[in-house]
């Protein structure tokens, strides 16, 4: 199993040297301890899984789908949406993540069928509880749960490839999780390597006849690694008017660090390398998929998903090459006016972060037009959305 060492050691270093800093402590703590321990049992378990399950030596990663774009662009919105197509596809839920292993996943499915026999869903109940109160005050933002369809790139946390760390302490200057197509080959190789052995056996888990499904912001700056890796792979990017999405993720990302007790001068340099990926995350899929027609992909405008998930849906399948089922259509035309009338009650304004409109508006000028989305000038300061 992979893991990376000079990330490992750039996340020691830094918080080392985070003299005053609280949490200081508790976080090399896991670091010195939980992360190496962590690693030694899932690097075990990723060997057993082949002695264990041999079908694991047979299983294929045919024709995965990708949803990437801007963060807050609909990213979760679009896979839930597919996610329910639960006869065509494959996925991580959030608490899956956390046990990269095939053998781990099974061993856990095992527990809750021992706790539901034998203690009469005790332990089911608590872990309920536990997750309204992390991650209840948090949904009118984003609705997270352990028994969510959640970001692929969190399985890979336990090769320490992930955002999770920049999250809690402001280090974006450390680690750069998004520029992955511009990495050296040999370590990009080992990326999706470990990647496309935590997807396989996920697909083992579910099935193994389904179609995985993906999603997650991050990898809008992976999509010719994704590619490369995935020849057959294709791709949906979803796009919003940057005037909403950008500040958005901005104010989310912000809200995070705040929470944990950093202040603005200390997430800075972070904030703006943020700001920076943002354009990116509009430019990088475009230009990668331009340069690969041969990619089955498709562009979607948040307004129409949101407007008219049906139709989206339907129009997203034909251009993948997919058949919408009549019991699946079933459950879009019940979802039609939930999807409609749902908004989430996060506000934020441009105005409070150093990226101007103009800014935005100036270079990404091709969006605008392509899309017709209107300009400051007609987009109002606060907004709800639905993500």
Avoid at 144 to 154: G, H, I, R, V
Wanted: charged residues 25%; proline residues 4%; contains cysteine.
């Amino acid at each position: 199993m992979y893991f990376d060492v000079q990330y490992y050691w750039r996340v020691l270093r830094h918080v080392w040297s985070l003299n005053d800093w609280p949490g200081r402590r508790q976080t090399l703590f896991k670091l010195l301890i939980l992360v190496p321990l962590g690693y030694v049992i899932n690097a075990a378990c990723f060997v057993l899984d082949y002695l264990l399950f041999p079908s694991l030596w047979r299983q294929s990663v045919r024709q995965p789908v990708f949803i990437v774009g801007h963060a807050r662009s609909g990213t979760t919105l679009c896979h839930r949406l597919l996610a329910a197509d639960g006869d065509t596809f494959s996925y991580f839920l959030y608490w899956e993540m956390f046990f990269p292993s095939l053998l781990q996943k099974k061993l856990m499915g095992a527990l809750g069928v021992l706790d539901k026999k034998l203690l009469g869903g005790f332990c089911n109940r608590k872990l309920v509880a536990w997750d309204d109160r992390t991650f209840g005050r948090y949904r009118h933002i984003h609705n997270m749960s352990l028994w969510n369809s959640e970001e692929d790139q969190f399985v890979m946390r336990g090769a320490f490839v992930t955002q999770q760390w920049s999250l809690d302490i402001p280090m974006m200057h450390k680690l750069d999780i998004f520029h992955v197509d511009q990495m050296p080959l040999q370590k990009r190789r080992r990326w999706l390597r470990h990647y496309k052995e935590c997807v396989k056996r996920q697909l083992v888990f579910n099935g193994g006849d389904k179609i995985h499904l993906a999603k997650n912001p991050l990898m809008s700056g992976w999509v010719q690694s994704l590619i490369d890796t995935f020849p057959d792979a294709r791709i949906i990017v979803m796009l919003r008017n940057p005037l909403e999405c950008i500040p958005s993720v901005l104010k989310l990302v912000e809200v995070t660090w705040q929470g944990k007790g950093w202040s603005r001068d200390q997430y800075a340099l972070s904030l703006k390398l943020l700001t920076d990926v943002s354009f990116e995350s509009f430019t990088h899929p475009r230009d990668v998929l331009k340069a690969n027609p041969a990619t089955a992909q498709v562009a979607v405008d948040y307004r129409d998903i949101t407007a008219q998930p049906r139709n989206t849906v339907h129009a997203i399948y034909a251009a993948i090459g997919l058949q919408v089922s009549p019991e699946f259509d079933d459950y879009l035309r019940a979802q039609e006016d939930r999807e409609r009338g749902h908004t989430t009650h996060f506000r934020y304004s441009i105005d409070e972060f150093d990226v101007t409109a103009e800014r935005i508006e100036s270079e990404l000028a091709d969006f605008f037009a392509a899309y017709g989305w209107p300009s400051q000038s007609e987009v109002a300061t606060g907004i709800e959305e639905n993500v």
